[in-house]
């Protein structure tokens, strides 16, 4: 079937990567021919993206500041012997602005929704009713694929957004309750509160599996909730999400498993941050990378961002490294220990380790002091690790 509609670059998958790239784009390139298509039935799904506002640069706070829904001055962590509010702005988007910015930015006819695509090439994507579209480029957002060059681990959670019966008290987030009991791995519940009664409550886990049981965290969220003596008189929406933290890997055999030549953005190109999960920096320098090439051919896309992915994974190496300690060296129920360690260091440092762009300094003062787990036991497994003993 012909297609009526010509395509310069066509965005496979409609979620946080490609859709910030169809707003940079549209931005930078108006006159550029933009198509995204995307398998569910809205742009962005059903997900609260956050991130620090010092993970952003200047420019990048303005141009994506209508997607953010809720900031706030300071946020709040707690452990079992640390209890903290570190001074540092942190903001949430949702994709029901991401969407609607996009439908804002781009034709009615070039945002695509339900409408899986099956196979796809550098410059055609082939959909399930067997439709064929071509353009200059195709750039694939999917989300995280299978994988057999990257070491991964999980963080997975399941969030409800709830109304309360009184004032929760909360000023800013909560983005480490530990002080839950530990299951599953390395526990906590994340709270951002929306409203005065209204507050979004994950229960979250960074885990060696990545299966879901969504009616014993619904579970857990009810009880946390009462703990915090809270009543729970409506739930407006739920949402639940399963992301790869980074332990090790070859990330140039990684981007040499999926298709050749198609550049790749997001969760697919391996961009994100290894010890937290959060993607939202990294799609952002994504949206600007792109937008800002000289030529948008596909093999200058590609090499782009996959110089960029290739680059920044090799840059993160040591965050892999404390990774390993916390998933290997620390037993499931010590987990949290790595953790409330790191947050007893001054709010500059942890501030750039979120960012991803840590000092030399850093490293040595995170890995200095007094060890959150036993040394011996930390030592041997990373030297097994690098032996391929793990």
Same mark, same amino acid.
């Given at each position: 079937?012909?297609?009526?509609?010509?395509?310069?670059?066509?965005?496979?998958?409609?979620?946080?990567?490609?859709?910030?790239?169809?707003?940079?784009?549209?931005?930078?390139?108006?006159?550029?021919?933009?198509?995204?298509?995307?398998?569910?039935?809205?742009?962005?799904?059903?997900?609260?993206?956050?991130?620090?506002?010092?993970?952003?640069?200047?420019?990048?706070?303005?141009?994506?500041?209508?997607?953010?829904?809720?900031?706030?001055?300071?946020?709040?962590?707690? %452990?079992?012997? +640390?209890?903290?509010? $570190?001074? =540092?702005?942190? *903001?949430?988007?949702?994709?029901?602005?991401?969407? &609607?910015? !996009?439908?804002?930015?781009?034709?009615?006819?070039?945002?695509?929704?339900?409408?899986?695509?099956?196979?796809?090439?550098?410059?055609?994507?082939?959909?399930?009713?067997?439709?064929?579209?071509?353009?200059?480029?195709?750039?694939?957002?999917?989300?995280?694929?299978?994988?057999?060059?990257?070491?991964?681990?999980?963080?997975? %959670?399941?969030? +409800?957004?709830?109304? $309360?019966? =009184?004032?929760? *008290?909360?000023?800013?987030?909560?983005?480490?309750? &530990?002080? !839950?009991?530990?299951?599953?791995?390395?526990?906590?519940?994340?709270?951002?509160?929306?409203?005065?009664?209204?507050?979004?409550?994950?229960?979250?886990?960074?885990?060696?599996?990545?299966?879901?049981?969504?009616?014993?965290?619904?579970?857990?969220?009810?009880?946390?909730?009462?703990?915090?003596?809270?009543?729970?008189?409506?739930?407006?929406?739920?949402?639940?999400?399963?992301?790869?933290?980074?332990?090790?890997?070859?990330?140039?055999?990684?981007?040499?498993?999926?298709?050749?030549?198609?550049?790749?953005?997001?969760?697919?190109?391996?961009?994100?941050?290894?010890?937290?999960?959060?993607?939202?920096?990294?799609?952002?320098?994504?949206?600007?990378?792109?937008?800002?090439?000289?030529?948008?051919?596909?093999?200058?896309?590609?090499?782009?961002?996959?110089?960029?992915?290739?680059?920044?994974?090799?840059?993160?190496?040591?965050?892999?490294?404390?990774?390993?300690?916390?998933?290997?060296?620390?037993?499931?129920?010590?987990?949290?220990?790595?953790?409330?360690?790191?947050?007893?260091?001054?709010?500059?440092?942890?501030?750039?380790?979120?960012?991803?762009?840590?000092?030399?300094?850093?490293?040595?003062?995170?890995?200095?002091?007094?060890?959150?787990?036993?040394?011996?036991?930390?030592?041997?497994?990373?030297?097994?690790?690098?032996?391929?003993?793990?």
């Amino acid at each position: 079937m012909n297609d009526p509609v010509e395509h310069d670059i066509i965005l496979a998958g409609g979620g946080l990567a490609n859709g910030l790239i169809a707003l940079r784009l549209a931005q930078m390139r108006p006159g550029l021919r933009v198509t995204i298509i995307e398998a569910g039935q809205a742009l962005g799904g059903n997900h609260t993206w956050s991130s620090f506002t010092g993970d952003l640069s200047p420019a990048q706070q303005n141009w994506t500041a209508p997607l953010f829904e809720h900031r706030w001055p300071h946020y709040e962590v707690r %452990f079992p012997h +640390l209890q903290r509010r $570190l001074d =540092a702005s942190y *903001g949430s988007a949702t994709s029901e602005r991401l969407a &609607a910015e !996009v439908a804002r930015a781009l034709p009615p006819e070039r945002i695509l929704t339900g409408t899986p695509i099956v196979a796809l090439t550098p410059t055609s994507v082939t959909l399930a009713d067997q439709r064929v579209l071509t353009a200059g480029a195709v750039i694939d957002g999917r989300g995280q694929g299978p994988t057999k060059a990257l070491d991964l681990r999980w963080q997975k %959670f399941l969030g +409800l957004e709830v109304e $309360l019966a =009184a004032p929760h *008290g909360l000023t800013g987030p909560i983005i480490m309750d &530990a002080t !839950v009991p530990q299951r599953d791995g390395y526990r906590f519940v994340y709270t951002l509160p929306f409203g005065p009664t209204r507050v979004l409550i994950e229960d979250t886990y960074f885990s060696d599996g990545a299966d879901l049981a969504p009616d014993l965290l619904r579970s857990h969220l009810a009880d946390y909730a009462a703990s915090q003596g809270w009543t729970i008189v409506a739930t407006h929406r739920e949402e639940f999400g399963i992301l790869p933290l980074g332990i090790g890997g070859n990330i140039e055999a990684f981007w040499d498993e999926g298709e050749a030549g198609v550049p790749r953005v997001g969760l697919r190109a391996g961009m994100f941050h290894p010890v937290t999960g959060y993607s939202f920096p990294d799609a952002v320098q994504i949206a600007d990378l792109v937008a800002d090439l000289p030529k948008l051919d596909v093999a200058s896309i590609y090499a782009a961002v996959r110089a960029h992915s290739v680059k920044a994974w090799k840059a993160r190496g040591m965050y892999r490294l404390l990774n390993r300690m916390l998933f290997l060296a620390a037993l499931p129920d010590e987990r949290y220990r790595v953790l409330e360690r790191f947050y007893e260091h001054n709010e500059a440092l942890v501030g750039r380790f979120y960012a991803a762009r840590p000092e030399l300094k850093d490293w040595m003062t995170i890995l200095s002091g007094k060890p959150p787990l036993p040394v011996g036991r930390a030592a041997s497994t990373l030297i097994k690790y690098e032996l391929g003993m793990i």
